[in-house]
C-alpha cells in the first residue's frame, strides 16, 4: 500500500495502542533478539533466481484485476508454488473498488510442512495498481510493478524453492500467502471522500475469512516493495506498535547477516498495508518489510506509482539481503 495518511496513522497508533501492550505481554521467548549466540545455518538465497521471478511476473504485463495478465500470472504463481511442494489454495472472492467497480480476485495460499503445529506467516501482494497515477508524464497508464507487487513475490517463490532443495528443513510450518487487491486505494490527488479500507482489501478478506478454520500463527512478516536499488528498511511505525520484540528480532539477525545499512536501526513512518488487517482482525502480530525514506519527499522512492517501476530499479543484492534475513529467521525457530 502506498500512502502515509497522517490523520488516520495517529488515529489507527492511538487506538491500537491498547493491541500493543497485550501484544507485548505474549511475546514469546524466542522472540527476543539473539546477543552472542550463533546463528543457526539456513540455505543460501539465489538473488539470480528471486530476480528471474520477478521478471517472470513483469513478463505477463501489469497484473490488474479483471485481466488476461493478472489472470494468467495468478495460474503462474499457483504452479510455482505446487512445483515447490506447497499445499496451494485459491482463495477467490470478488472485490469492490473505492468507486463501486467489481473486480474478480484470488488470494494465493501455499503451505509448507502443512501439518506442523506452529506456524509462520509470509506474505507479500501480487497485483499491480490499475494507473500509474504518481507519474509526472503519463499518470492514466498502467506500469510493471516490478518492485510494487513483484518484488515480495519473487522473494517468497525464491524461499519455497530454497527450502525445497534443502537437505535440513525448518521446525516449523510456513504459509505464503500472496495478497490481491492491495492496490485499490483512491488515486493521487482524489477529490473526492476518501474510504478508511479502500486499500488493502485482500488482506482484509482473508483476515476475517482465513483460509482454514481457526488458522492461527505465531507471527507474519510482510514483504511489500523489497528489491529496489538502494532501499533502506528502517522499522515501520505499525509494526514496532504491533510486535515491537519481532520488529527488533529480524531487524538482529539481518545485522549479523551483514545488511545493517539496509535494516536501519531507525524509525520510519507508520502507514496502512497488508499487515494491517492481520493484526486487527485475524488477530495475527504481523510486521512489514517496506522501503520508506522518511525525511525524502518521495517516501517509497522515485519510481513509486510510475511508469518506473520496472526491472530497470530490481537489484539483486536487496533481494538477497532480505530474502536471506527471512530464511535466516524461519531457521532460528
Known amino acids: 500500500m502506498k500512502t502515509q495518511r497522517t490523520a488516520l496513522i495517529l488515529l489507527s497508533i492511538f487506538v491500537l495502542s491498547g493491541v500493543a501492550v497485550y501484544f507485548k505481554s505474549c511475546q514469546k521467548p524466542t522472540e527476543t533478539p539473539t546477543e552472542d549466540v550463533s546463528l543457526l545455518p539456513s540455505p543460501d538465497f539465489k538473488a539470480d533466481s528471486a530476480y528471474a521471478y520477478v521478471k517472470a511476473q513483469v513478463d505477463f504485463g501489469p497484473r490488474v484485476p479483471n485481466t488476461k495478465a493478472h489472470k494468467d500470472c495468478g495460474n503462474y504463481l499457483?504452479?510455482?508454488?505446487?512445483?515447490?511442494?506447497?499445499?496451494?489454495?485459491?482463495?477467490?472472492?470478488?472485490?469492490?473498488?473505492?468507486?463501486?467497480?467489481?473486480?474478480?480476485?484470488?488470494?494465493?495460499?501455499?503451505?509448507?510442512?502443512?501439518?506442523a503445529t506452529k506456524r509462520i506467516l509470509l506474505t507479500a501482494h501480487w497485483d499491480t495498481r490499475w494507473i500509474a497515477d504518481k507519474d509526472p508524464k503519463d499518470s492514466t497508464s498502467?506500469?510493471?510493478?516490478?518492485?510494487?507487487?513483484?518484488?515480495?513475490?519473487?522473494?517468497?517463490?525464491?524461499?519455497?524453492?530454497?527450502?525445497?532443495?534443502?537437505?535440513?528443513?525448518?521446525?516449523?510450518?510456513?504459509?505464503?500467502?500472496?495478497?490481491?487487491?492491495?492496490?485499490?486505494?483512491?488515486?493521487?490527488?482524489?477529490?473526492?471522500?476518501?474510504?478508511?479500507?479502500?486499500?488493502?482489501?485482500?488482506?482484509?478478506y482473508w483476515a476475517a475469512n482465513k483460509h482454514k478454520k481457526d488458522y492461527s500463527a505465531y507471527y507474519g512478516i510482510l514483504?511489500?516493495?523489497?528489491?529496489?536499488?538502494?532501499?533502506?528498511?528502517?522499522?515501520?511505525?505499525?509494526?514496532?506498535?504491533?510486535?515491537?520484540?519481532?520488529?527488533r528480532n529480524v531487524w538482529d539477525i539481518a545485522r549479523r547477516l551483514g545488511y545493517d545499512k539496509m535494516f536501519l536501526?531507525?524509525?520510519?513512518?507508520?502507514?496502512?498495508?497488508?499487515?494491517?488487517?492481520?493484526?486487527?482482525?485475524?488477530?495475527?502480530?504481523?510486521?512489514?518489510?517496506?522501503?520508506?525514506?522518511?525525511?525524502?519527499?518521495?517516501?517509497?522512492?522515485?519510481?513509486?506509482?510510475?511508469?518506473?517501476?520496472?526491472?530497470?530499479?530490481?537489484?539483486?543484492?536487496?533481494?538477497?539481503?532480505?530474502?536471506?534475513?527471512?530464511?535466516?529467521v524461519l531457521y532460528q525457530e
Not at 511442494?85 to 502443512?114: H, L, M, W, Y
Not at 490481491?180 to 493521487?188: A, K, N, Y
Not at 536501526?265 to 518489510?289: E, F, P, S, T
Request: a negative charge; hydrophobic letters at 40%.
Open 142 to 204: 498502467t506500469f510493471d510493478g516490478a518492485n510494487d507487487g513483484g518484488s515480495g513475490v519473487g522473494v517468497l517463490l525464491e524461499l519455497a524453492r530454497s527450502i525445497q532443495q534443502a537437505t535440513q528443513k525448518p521446525n516449523v510450518g510456513i504459509d505464503i500467502i500472496f495478497f490481491d487487491v492491495e492496490e485499490f486505494g483512491e488515486p493521487e490527488g482524489f477529490k473526492g471522500k476518501t474510504q478508511e479500507n479502500s486499500w488493502c482489501l485482500g488482506s482484509q
Open 223 to 247: 514483504l511489500d516493495m523489497v528489491g529496489a536499488k538502494g532501499a533502506v528498511f528502517p522499522y515501520e511505525g505499525g509494526s514496532m506498535q504491533y510486535a515491537p520484540m519481532i520488529v
Open 265 to 328: 536501526d531507525a524509525q520510519g513512518g507508520g502507514l496502512i498495508d497488508d499487515h494491517v488487517a492481520v493484526n486487527d482482525v485475524a488477530k495475527i502480530q504481523m510486521i512489514d518489510i517496506i522501503e520508506l525514506h522518511p525525511n525524502d519527499p518521495k517516501t517509497f522512492g522515485y519510481y513509486h506509482h510510475t511508469k518506473a517501476d520496472n526491472m530497470s530499479v530490481i537489484d539483486k543484492n536487496t533481494l538477497k539481503a532480505v530474502g536471506q534475513t527471512v530464511l535466516s
Open 78 to 115: 499457483i504452479a510455482k508454488l505446487k512445483q515447490f511442494g506447497c499445499e496451494v489454495i485459491s482463495q477467490d472472492f470478488v472485490a469492490t473498488r473505492f468507486d463501486g467497480k467489481k473486480f474478480d480476485a484470488r488470494n494465493i495460499i501455499g503451505s509448507i510442512n502443512p501439518n
